[in-house]
């Protein structure tokens, strides 16, 4: 708490910056988007999304450390143990869509 | 990469059109085109996912027996420690039945079908409701209200009835709901009639709406699907 | 720019002048996945889109302070409705199709956009993200009764649970006998006597 409201430069603090880190992981979350929409083979997609969902279990730590809430990790831990579900769910259902579940 | 996609597409195409005499083709694609999802096979019919091996994937598997143990300590932490932390009944049961759906992904929906049993998907379910209801009844017994929690004849009333409801009550049911609605739609639609009496009763309606035509049961099942259209019809032109 | 949440200006203050960088860019991913989810035409991409469009809704849900609803956004579309939704695509045909996506319906495209110009119209009206003015958050008789009492009375940290579960206890009731009637439904739709 004290360290992420110690003053870093021009006024700004700790958590300020660790927001701008957020807010530039969000921004790259739009980047991913590109390859899960326009991704030319399912896998692409899949690979997209896992990558989105490791992107947003960041965005949620950074935000838990940035807003001094620790609880946040309960929610990026649900994503990355979850986000794993979503991953094979679709990359199996892929083989011969859905043939082989 | 265009081309290459340019290139299944073709052989999709002639798929479709010599899908009709040839026999041979689904069966060499079925073997070579693995690695690829089949275009325009559509539904994949019975004898065909009978013919086709499970693809058991080792990275799959192993991982996932790595991962349940965490993934399922972890929802029931989020269930028994919803008072304290984000969380409750209703995620920790989802997180819970994630992990079941996790598992059947790895090892085939059919293993995990025979072994975690009807009655304990059933058992999860009724009994978190008769739990939930029963800890809101045993106060109405006592002489207070539903779900009034001072009554209860436990150490620390409130906290230990809401914990109480929270666990045994909503995370049950929603983790019981959720597997049981996952394999009833792995399963399907049972066309075969799960209900002994369900065909009788189609039997009975379409009687009913085309008694007048010829009835053909093709012209049943149109008028059973779509019963709108010719009893508006009908109605329309007098 | 990041500042301006915890400096929430009073009631009628421009909303866009207290959007920061993340609420922004959240809320294009957001809007984005949506769209595409909605005019994808093959349907396991707009069911993959889907999920990214959850991943983005809880990251936003955190955002707000909202944890508990970020975690059931996280646990509900991560692990369960994307599963679902694919054991359900399993059961269908696919059809062969050149287009990546639909083609718009304008008819339907002409009401949405409406409807969206009549939410927009009542904007001015919402108060401000955070602000302390918010009828929802200064009702003295609700939600600062709920957050200075939930201890004292429930011996519970977690005020949201506080109040599902003790102060609003029929209503969850209520919740959990639909959730527990959805399951019933489903095996009546599906013809089926047994879950598994």
């Known amino acids: ?101 | 990469m265009s081309g290459s996609d340019s290139g299944v597409d073709t052989d999709a195409a002639d798929t479709d059109a010599a899908d009709t005499d040839a026999v041979s083709k689904p069966a060499t694609d079925g073997g070579f085109g693995r690695d690829r999802p089949p275009r325009s096979d559509g539904r994949l019919d019975s004898e065909r996912r009978q013919g086709t091996p499970y693809t058991e994937s080792q990275v799959i598997m192993s991982t996932v027996k790595i991962v349940t143990p965490f993934a399922f300590t972890y929802g029931l932490f989020v269930t028994f420690h919803g008072g304290g932390s984000p969380g409750g009944g209703f995620q920790g049961g989802a997180i819970v039945a994630a992990v079941v759906f996790m598992i059947a992904f790895a090892f085939g929906i059919e293993a995990t079908r025979q072994w975690l049993a009807n009655t304990v998907v059933v058992a999860l379910a009724v009994g978190g409701a008769l739990v939930f209801a029963g800890i809101g009844l045993v106060p109405v017994a006592l002489g207070g209200a539903f779900l009034q929690y001072e009554l209860l004849p436990i150490p620390d009333p409130v906290k230990y009835g809401m914990e109480g409801v929270e666990i045994l009550g909503i995370g049950t049911i929603v983790a019981g709901v959720l597997m049981g609605l996952f394999f009833v739609l792995a399963k399907g639609f049972s066309d075969a009639g799960g209900f002994a009496d369900a065909d009788a009763f189609d039997d009975e309606v379409g009687d009913g709406t085309d008694g007048d035509g010829e009835p053909t049961d093709a012209e049943s099942l149109d008028g059973e699907s779509n019963p709108g259209g010719p009893a508006a019809a009908d109605g329309g032109e007098p | 720019m990041t500042g301006a949440l915890a400096s929430a200006g009073p009631l009628g203050a421009p909303v866009v002048a207290q959007v920061t960088a993340i609420e922004a860019s959240l809320f294009v991913f957001v809007v984005l996945t949506a769209l595409f989810t909605a005019l994808a035409r093959d349907v396991l991409a707009a069911v993959i889109i889907f999920g990214a469009y959850s991943l983005g809704m809880a990251a936003l849900y955190t955002f707000y302070r909202a944890p508990d609803v970020a975690m059931t956004e996280a646990a509900i579309s991560a692990g369960v409705t994307t599963v679902l939704l694919l054991l359900t695509l399993a059961k269908t045909t696919r059809l062969d199709h050149e287009a990546a996506f639909e083609s718009v319906n304008l008819p339907a495209a002409g009401a949405a956009g409406l409807l969206f110009a009549g939410l927009m119209l009542t904007m001015g009206d919402i108060p401000a993200v955070g602000s302390a003015d918010a009828p929802i958050w200064s009702n003295p008789d609700v939600t600062q009764w709920y957050i200075a009492e939930t201890y004292a009375e429930t011996h519970v940290e977690n005020t949201v649970m506080a109040v599902l579960a003790a102060f609003r206890g029929f209503d969850t009731f209520g919740e959990a006998v639909v959730v527990f009637a959805a399951g019933i439904a489903a095996l009546i739709v599906l013809h089926r006597e047994v879950f598994a």
């Open chain 1, 1 to 101: 708490m004290s360290l992420v409201d110690a003053s870093l430069a021009a006024g700004y603090t700790l958590g300020d910056f660790l927001l701008v880190a957020a807010a530039g992981f969000a921004v790259l979350a739009v980047g991913m988007l590109y390859r899960a929409v326009v991704g030319p083979t399912m896998q692409d997609r899949v690979l997209a999304v896992n990558v989105l969902g490791t992107n947003t279990v960041v965005i949620l730590a950074i935000l838990g450390a940035a807003l001094g809430e620790p609880t946040f990790l309960d929610i990026a831990l649900v994503y990355a143990l979850l986000n794993f579900l979503m991953a094979i769910a679709i990359s199996k259902f892929t083989v011969e869509r859905g043939g082989v579940l």
